[in-house]
């Protein structure tokens, strides 16, 4: 295994490489999670990174389809393609742009999964950017706050001001969201993730449009490339 390669979808340095048969590796990155990538699609995102998909949201879906289905994304050239060849191979829903109800629901489930006990607070570090399909802090913020406004989370803000690790955002599930979850349609002998209850609740309804463009401070800019307007990716 060799730890010194960068991952090839978020650029995050000294993630864990492994062959996973001919032509196949296997990666797990602090952002992405585990997936699998075939040399061509690797040799392509780091020669002539595609205009589609932007990174973070191939970042987001290997997260969260490790984090919630425990499966690894297989990357190929196909998913390089269109949505409709994306969202053939994914197996969970891939928010649009301005999608923030899907993309605080990610969230929402992220904060449930982190939270042992009630009160618990979780940090959301650069790493955690891939778990709402957020591409900047300011995006990140801006969907944890939607989820504040309809009273299923709040800032933790004296954890904010001084808590390690540095610059990460800390947030915690309200009563009314430790309430909330258990109105998700979860059955017993589901995985902690039901995709067929998920997609009967989420609305995708395609619309388009840009993540803000305010640039966040350095620390979550290092290695993600964002994307602008026309979807272009831009090494930042
Ligand atoms: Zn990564």
Redesign the pocket.
Known sequence: MDNRT???????PN?SYASAGANTSE?N?????R?QIQAFAETQLHNSPPAFPPAHLL?GL??NTWDHLGEKVLITVDLFKSWADLERVAKLPVPRDTDVVTKGEYLLKHLRRRSKTLADRVSFTPHEL?CGFCSTKNELLFCLRYLADRGWVEECSAANRKGPPRDAITFRLTPAGWRHWPLRPLRPNHAPWCRSCWIAKTSLSGRKGSPPRRRPPDMWRS?LRTVNSSTKLMTS
């Open positions: 960068p991952c090839p979808i978020c650029r995050t993630i990666i990155c602090p952002r992405c999670g997936y970042s290997c997260r891939a290695g």
